[in-house]
């Protein structure tokens, strides 16, 4: 059942030795182009890293080299208005792509491609690892996948057949995120203090990488300071301002 495929999905960053074919390639984009989009503009763009030398080098610019080294497959996934102002020139019209609406739109649309592509994908019996790491380099990344203004990544994704199987991480209680009629937020401290217990014993009984630590912690050491602040100058080099 579909249901429970999704809730098996954990991210798979070690593969065996096994490249996907360029038809396997195909077959899963053309599927993932069947995911909802916002006006049906399709505002992504998928980059397959062939080349072993670029793939390589994606890996080092997202600080994730090992997550690419054992790797099926490598796509580059990015938001795509470029094509969008070509179908505007063959109307001779001119189309303004500066505004913070296109790029919610275009993130939109790239994680909806991309989470099709990965349901397909784990239902063939591949692994998947987003590599959110992409947006450590974006400029050299664009320069090396010659992305034109108008276009600009947002994730990698890795792709294989898993040598190495993680557990399933325990999500949220649904308590946690389902709210009804109005949001909820005086239940988070006791939900989340609970969520904390849950993550501890997940982390110290974990068959790798075991640790000690917690959902809330983890949260406020990664979220403490500001991430990435540079993607506000590349994406006004790309075109969007943020009007």
Known sequence: MVQELLRKHSSVRKYKDYTLTKEEVSELVETAQHAASSHFVQAYSVIWVSDEQKKEE???LS????????AGAALLLCADFHRLQV???LQQTDIDIDTTENVL????DVALFAQNLVIAAEAKGFGICYIGGVRNEPTAISHLFDLPTGVFPLFAITLGIPDQQNEVKPRLPLEAILHENNYNSAKYEVLL????????????SRGSNQKTGNWTKSMADFLEKPRRPHMADFLASKGFHLK
């Open 58 to 60: 994606l890996g080092r």
């Open 63 to 70: 600080k994730n080299p090992t997550q690419f080294e054992t």
């Open 87 to 89: 179908a505007g020139k």
């Open 105 to 108: 739109v275009g993130a939109v």
């Open 193 to 204: 203090l609970e969520y904390d217990q849950t993550m501890e014993a997940y982390y110290t």
